[in-house]
């Protein structure tokens, strides 16, 4: 197998309290290939922002990356500041926000915020890079770009302004894309529309994204492999098909059955009892075991195992699904 | 656009209507201007005359009607204390206020956007601290003790600057300006800080203010996460949109600049146009007063009717008609 374009091993994110230290990523590893796309689901505050913004190395202060690492292609990156980031930044990958409305500058014209995006990434001179521009926004389905170019992003509707940032986000061909919650302030009829852009844009050009939703729908529509995260850490990793249909992990299991339709002949919609602990509570042992049905001694005794106990797929003593004996 | 350019236009010959006839009003609450014209020796005959002459004897909104006819010529009458025209009195003193002026606005603008900026962009640094400590004093001292302390450090006790007058000034046609001799160029420097430095203190606070809040956007994210270089998110990208909210209060602070002269020109004995204000108070001297009156709320209304226009200029949300161009 080919180098994954991203690589997090054992990746760990603090954030230095008055209280004390919190870990809103804590020991997150996962690859993305080429060309694929890595749905990272889970509650609000499970960590998947965190670990998108500190890939891309925009953590927040006080928050940062302690240890881990996290690879692109061959060079490990976690440990780059300034410059040297900045340069990875928007060149070799890219970040797409959850609201289109916010996250285009309302004084500056499209073309000005893609042409400036170009121009710093690429050695163009500026018709050419109005070229690359107009192409790009061709690309992701702006009709007639060319006239549009001049115009400001509150002269979009939100669907197409989600295309003018994934325009911006892909303009100077990352190999990398983090998308966190693309989706989730737009309608649901132009939800798909986004979706099927991103999958496109992923396929043809072998883009890695990294795809953060709520939506379990959009997950079993776009990913390839899915990646559920409780916090902070990753409890189940795997193809999507075979995670949606068999879970292993009890948490992805009542996160199946509280979407509606996420899985076929489904009995009927249940909650998960109870809410994520908060980060400077969390329990002894295994983070999920106070709401978990399986929960047994080990599970209060003993922090969660890492996903190669269970196949290399779940964080699980007592999965739902026996693990297969012979790995295929 | 235009309807809503006449509209200001409107709003402001009202507002000048309306202290135009606070202006006028002045004459009759302040006694019958025929008293003081009049020696003791008058008969109801003089009397009369002079009434006509002055069209006293015409129905209020008449003489107000003329009031405002010959005010719009610039024509107040005679100063009672000086016996000429109060438009060559306010005319040979608006030089020395309009440069004093302008000299505070512009140290106050540039010293207030710079600083804003610099605080804002480099809020953990001691500098900035050190500044934002600093400009506290700046808020909170009134204006004649800025004058006092400055006139005690830099006349009585080093020297180095005259604490009183404009210095040598140069006539050019009916100009008298201080810029072009050395004495008249130190005269300038306590009586500018003194009034621009409250201003500088204000538009930095809020510049800062603003910057801090601007640079938290979703947009500002979105530009460092395409690797846009910092220079340019603080200037490009954040600046602009810090300047939208910050012209109102500018433009209001620089109209008040030249009211507050006032002060600064008493403590300094500059001989402008609010040392005339005072001394005309003084002298109960209507006609200066509410020549001095008219002329402030010219420039007030004027200056805000700039800012107005200047959003126009900078902000396109506000171009109405460019969004019929706008697609879904
Ligand atoms: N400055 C901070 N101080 C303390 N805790 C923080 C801080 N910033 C974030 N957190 C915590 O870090 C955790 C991870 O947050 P993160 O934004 O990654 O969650 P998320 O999975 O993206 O959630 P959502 O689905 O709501 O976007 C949350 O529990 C949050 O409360
Ligand atoms: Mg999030």
């Not at chain 1, 690589?7 to 760990?12: E, P, T």
């Not at chain 1, 979009?156 to 303009?171: D, H, K, N």
């Not at chain 2, 500002?220 to 340019?232: C, L, P, V, W």
């Not at chain 2, 500018?250 to 109209?255: N, R």
Request: glycine share 10%; proline share 5%; aromatic share 6%.
């Amino acid at each position: 197998m080919s180098t994954p374009v991203l690589s997090l091993r054992d990746l760990v994110v603090e954030i230095p309290t008055r209280t004390g230290v919190l870990r809103p990523v804590n020991g997150v590893s996962f690859d993305i290939a080429a060309g694929e796309i890595l749905g990272v689901v889970g509650e609000s505050g499970a960590g998947k922002s965190m670990t998108g913004n500190a890939v891309i190395g925009l953590l927040d202060r006080p928050a940062r990356i302690v240890s881990g690492e996290v690879r692109l292609l061959d060079q490990p990156i976690q440990s780059l500041r300034g410059e040297a980031l900045r340069r990875l930044r928007g060149k070799r990958m890219g970040m797409i926000f959850q609201d289109p409305l916010t996250s285009l500058n309302p004084l500056l014209t499209i073309g000005d915020q893609l042409t400036e995006t170009i121009r710093e990434h690429l050695d163009v001179g500026q018709s050419e890079a109005r070229e690359r521009a107009i192409a790009a926004l061709d690309e992701v389905g702006i009709p007639a770009a060319r006239q549009r170019i001049g115009s400001y992003p509150h002269e979009f509707s939100g669907g197409m302004r989600q295309r003018v940032v994934i325009a911006l986000a892909l303009c100077a061909e990352p190999e990398l894309v983090i998308a966190d919650e693309p989706t989730t302030a737009l309608d649901v009829s132009v939800q798909a529309q986004i979706i099927a852009l991103l999958k496109r844009l992923c396929r043809d050009r072998g883009v890695a994204v990294m795809l953060v939703t709520h939506d379990m729908g959009v997950i079993a529509e776009a990913a390839d492999r899915i990646a559920v995260m409780y916090a902070g850490g990753v409890v189940e990793l795997g193809p999507v098909r075979e995670v949606i249909t068999r879970p292993f992990h009890p948490y992805t299991g009542g996160l199946m059955a509280s979407t509606p339709g996420a899985s076929k002949g489904m009995r009927r919609l249940r909650q998960i009892p109870g809410s994520m602990p908060r980060l400077d509570a969390l329990p002894d042992g295994c983070p999920f075991h106070p709401r978990c049905e399986r929960a047994e001694a080990a599970c209060r005794e003993n922090p969660g195992p890492s996903l190669a106990a269970c196949d290399g797929r779940a964080a699980c003593w007592f999965p739902l699904t026996e693990p297969k004996e012979a790995v295929s | 656009m235009l309807a809503y350019i006449i509209r200001r236009v409107a709003q402001s010959l009202l507002v000048l209507l309306v202290t135009g006839f606070v202006a006028f009003s002045m004459f009759s609450f302040v006694g019958d201007p025929i008293d003081n014209m009049l020696g003791q020796e008058r008969t109801q005959a003089d009397i009369d005359r002079l009434r006509g002459q002055l069209g006293l004897d015409q129905p209020f909104v008449v003489q107000y009607y003329r009031f405002l006819e010959q005010a719009v010529q610039g024509n107040f009458g005679l100063s009672y204390r000086q016996g000429r025209p109060v438009s060559d009195i306010l005319m040979e003193r608006l030089p020395a206020t309009l440069e004093l002026a302008f000299v505070s606005g512009f140290l106050a603008l540039a010293g207030g956007i710079g600083l804003g900026i610099f605080t804002a962009i480099r809020k953990r640094g001691v500098s900035a601290n050190a500044i934002m400590t600093v400009s506290l004093i700046g808020v909170s001292l009134p204006t004649f003790l800025i004058g006092i302390v400055l006139i005690y450090v830099f006349s009585v006790e080093m020297g180095l600057l005259p604490s009183f007058g404009r210095g040598e000034v140069v006539r050019i046609g009916g100009w008298t300006t201080g810029f072009l001799t050395e004495s008249g160029l130190k005269a300038l420097i306590l009586p500018a800080i003194t009034l621009g430095l409250y201003q500088m203190t204000l538009i930095m606070r809020l510049v800062r203010t603003e910057m801090l809040e601007v640079l938290r956007m979703d947009y500002i994210r979105f530009a460092r996460a395409r690797g846009i270089r910092e220079r340019s998110v603080n200037f490009r990208h954040a600046l602009k949109n810090t300047l939208v909210p910050v012209i109102t209060i500018t433009g209001l602070q620089l109209g008040s600049i030249i009211a507050f002269a006032i002060i600064t020109e008493t403590v300094f004995q500059w001989p402008g146009v609010g040392l005339l204000f005072i001394n005309a108070i003084q002298f109960v001297d209507i006609p200066v007063m509410a020549a001095y009156l008219m002329m402030i709320s010219v420039m007030f209304v004027g200056i805000n009717l700039i800012v107005d226009l200047l959003y126009f200029a900078i902000d396109p949300r506000l171009r109405v008609d460019r969004t019929a161009a706008g697609g879904h």
